[in-house]
């Protein structure tokens, strides 16, 4: 029965698209082993005594703890992967952000730029500009 229930909530998981189809791959393989395992459980037997194992349940612990390190061994891959491309967009983003920091004042030096604030400015006039910048520039 537990067989069935995991191939249940795996299916559930990848309907509701919150299991990605790459990893639902490999639990619907296990869930595929456990489910006859679990309602025929001689054949776990006959499988260790084959394998040199004393019982099916101790094949059960051992291949149990590989998937766990097989897993997590995959998962820290994934986890190193994440980070470098993470800082290499953190770091694409700041050259990106830079360029514009350059390139969005386009007024030359020897112009005299408006009062934003309202006060009177170098050439005698009130400024009637808005106070956010990005307004200012559109």
């Given at each position: 029965?537990?067989?069935?229930?995991?191939?249940?909530?795996?299916?559930?998981?990848?309907?509701?698209?919150?299991?990605?189809?790459?990893?639902?791959?490999?639990?619907?393989?296990?869930?595929?082993?456990?489910?006859?395992?679990?309602?025929?459980?001689?054949?776990?037997?006959?499988?260790?005594?084959?394998?040199g194992v004393a019982s099916g349940v101790s094949l059960v612990l051992?291949?149990?703890?590989?998937?766990?390190?097989?897993?997590?061994?995959?998962?820290?891959?994934?986890?190193?992967?994440?980070?470098?491309?993470?800082?290499?967009?953190?770091?694409?983003?700041?050259?990106?952000?830079?360029?514009?920091?350059?390139?969005?004042?386009?007024?030359?030096?020897?112009?005299?730029?408006?009062?934003?604030?309202?006060?009177?400015?170098?050439d005698g006039t009130t400024a009637t500009t808005p106070t956010d910048?990005?307004?200012?520039?559109?």
């Open positions: 029965m537990t067989g069935l229930a995991v191939l249940g909530c795996i299916v559930e998981l990848l309907r509701r698209q919150q299991l990605r189809e790459k990893y639902a791959a490999l639990w619907l393989l296990i869930g595929l082993i456990i489910a006859p395992l679990g309602f025929f459980p001689t054949w776990l037997d006959s499988i260790a005594n084959k394998l051992f291949a149990g703890f590989v998937l766990v390190l097989l897993v997590t061994l995959h998962l820290s891959w994934e986890s190193s992967r994440l980070e470098a491309e993470t800082r290499t967009l953190a770091e694409e983003v700041a050259l990106i952000r830079a360029h514009l920091a350059q390139t969005a004042d386009p007024m030359p030096a020897n112009v005299v730029k408006p009062v934003i604030d309202g006060t009177t400015g170098a910048d990005r307004e200012a520039r559109a």
